[in-house]
């Protein structure tokens, strides 16, 4: 028996065919698109990350500031407190290193010299980071050798003292007069001891007041650092020495 044709399978086939082909060509492109769509997505995440990374970056840097005594000052973050604390603190801190240098050629006491070696040790640092400071801010600097500076504000000796001593007081709390600096340079032994530590018991009270005032009313990170590790320091010191005043 002979088969006979309809034509009908043909095209069927051909759409088959045509099918088959169109699905051949989609999966052909689907790795380029997937290809494309990955590095659109990269290019998108790197710059988000970047972007990200350069935000934190600039807020850590921001952060940081001056947030140790050691660090230097810069200029438009302090205020008049800030400069005057500076410029109060060295000649009192120089004269309390000159008080503690007297300490080895007089006193007969280890403790007693050893007291004097930690505050020097303490104080000429503490001395030049804040002139380092006051130059950093376009401030005077206090002239080394003397205790006041004419012009300076708070720091006018004219107008106080005793006109019969012909020495003037201080205007910073807790500096020696002269008069005091002399009696302590002609004292030796116990005397000078007893002395020594009644004076500088009252010199470490006055830089303890003047650093809790930078505490509360200074601007300036590294001053606002500094006046808080002075208050520690010299608060424990003032503690060391009456113990030591009461053994004599």
């Known amino acids: 028996m002979a088969i006979r044709h309809t034509g009908r399978r043909v095209p069927r086939a051909g759409r088959t065919f045509r099918t088959l082909r169109t699905l051949r060509l989609r999966h052909a492109a689907l790795p380029g698109a997937v290809l494309v769509a990955a590095l659109a997505l990269t290019a998108c995440g790197g710059g988000s990350g970047d972007a990200s990374s350069a935000g934190h970056s600039a807020h850590g840097n921001g952060s940081t500031g001056r947030p140790s005594a050691t660090a230097p000052a810069g200029p438009g973050k302090h205020n008049a407190q800030d400069v005057s604390f500076a410029q109060e603190m060295i000649p009192h801190h120089r004269q309390a290193v000159e008080m503690a240098a007297l300490a080895p050629s ?24 804040m002139t380092g400071w006051l130059k950093a801010w376009g401030a005077a600097v206090p002239s080394a050798g003397h205790s006041d500076m004419p012009g300076m504000p708070g720091m006018d000796h004219s107008a106080s003292g005793d006109p019969a001593s012909g020495h003037s007081a ?3 709390p807790g500096m020696m007069t002269d008069a005091d600096m002399d009696e302590l340079t002609e004292l030796s032994g116990d005397a000078f001891d007893r002395a020594f530590l009644r004076m500088m018991i009252g010199h470490h009270e006055g830089a303890v007041a003047m650093a809790r005032t930078e505490q509360t009313e200074g601007a300036d990170r590294a001053a606002v650092a500094l006046a ?3 208050t520690t320091s010299q608060s424990a010191e003032i503690d060391r020495m009456r113990k030591l005043l009461g053994d004599r």
């Open 106 to 129: 007089r006193t007969r006491s280890q403790q007693v010299k050893d007291l004097a070696a930690q505050i020097r040790q303490a104080q000429d640092p503490e001395i030049e980071t």
């Open 170 to 172: 201080s205007p910073m």
């Open 228 to 230: 808080k590790s002075v």
